[in-house]
C-alpha cells in the first residue's frame, strides 16, 4: 500500500512549491504532477524534487476554463499506471503543506480497512505565510474537503463536467468518508 501524492502546477517554482514538494517527499511513495503549460522552471523544479511530471497537450493553459479535465487527464495517467488496489492519493495544490499531525497520523489513517476516503480541515494564509483568514466571507473552522482516497479498480472515477472548482477528487469517490482530523 502507497500513498500516491498529486497535483496540477503553473507557474509556481518561484512560490511554495519547492517547500511543498520537499515536505511531501518525506510522507509520499509517489508524487504525480500535472504542469499546465508552465513558462518558468516548475517542471524542473517537480523533477527536481523525483515527481513524474504529465503534461497535457492542448498547448495553452486550460486551467480556469477546463480543471475538470485537467483533473481528469491527471486521474488517467495515475489508474492504473501508477496506482494499486489499496494504494491511497492524495490531492493538493502547489501552496499546501500538510499539518504535522497529517505526517503523524497517516500510518494508521492508512491501515484502517473500513475507509476509503479522508477529509483534510484547510488554514489557508491570506498574505502572509502564518496568518489564516477568517471573516464574514471566509471561515475555514469546521469545513472539512476530501483530499485523500483509496484507489479502487471497480469504481470508475468522473469528474463534473463544470469548468472551475469541480473538486479535487472524483465526484464518486470510495465510501465511507471520514474526517481525519488533520488539517492542511
Not at 78 to 104: N, V
Not at 153 to 178: D, E, K, S
Request: aromatic fraction near 10%; glycine fraction near 6%; proline fraction near 5%.
Amino acid at each position: 500500500m502507497n500513498l500516491i501524492t498529486t497535483m496540477i502546477v503553473r507557474n509556481e517554482a518561484d512560490r511554495y512549491l519547492p517547500e511543498v514538494l520537499s515536505e511531501a517527499e518525506t510522507y509520499s511513495d509517489k508524487i504525480i504532477v500535472l504542469d499546465d503549460c508552465s513558462t518558468d522552471n516548475t517542471v524542473d523544479v517537480c523533477e527536481d524534487h523525483g515527481a513524474t511530471v504529465y503534461q497535457h497537450d492542448e498547448g495553452r493553459s486550460i486551467f480556469w476554463e477546463k480543471e475538470h479535465a485537467l483533473r481528469e487527464y491527471l486521474w488517467k495517467q495515475i489508474l492504473p499506471r501508477e496506482a494499486h488496489t489499496g494504494d491511497w492519493i492524495l490531492t493538493l495544490d502547489a501552496d499546501e503543506i500538510m499539518a504535522d499531525q497529517f505526517k503523524l497520523s497517516l500510518p494508521k489513517l492508512m491501515l484502517q480497512d473500513n475507509i476509503n476516503t479522508y477529509t483534510m480541515r484547510f488554514w489557508e494564509s491570506w498574505g502572509e505565510k502564518y496568518k489564516v483568514r477568517v471573516d464574514g466571507t471566509w471561515n475555514p473552522l469546521g469545513k472539512e474537503t476530501p483530499l485523500m482516497t483509496r484507489f479502487l479498480p471497480q469504481v470508475n472515477y468522473r469528474f463534473p463536467r463544470i469548468g472551475l472548482h469541480c473538486g479535487r477528487l472524483p465526484m464518486n469517490i470510495a465510501t465511507p468518508v471520514v474526517p481525519s482530523g488533520c488539517g492542511v
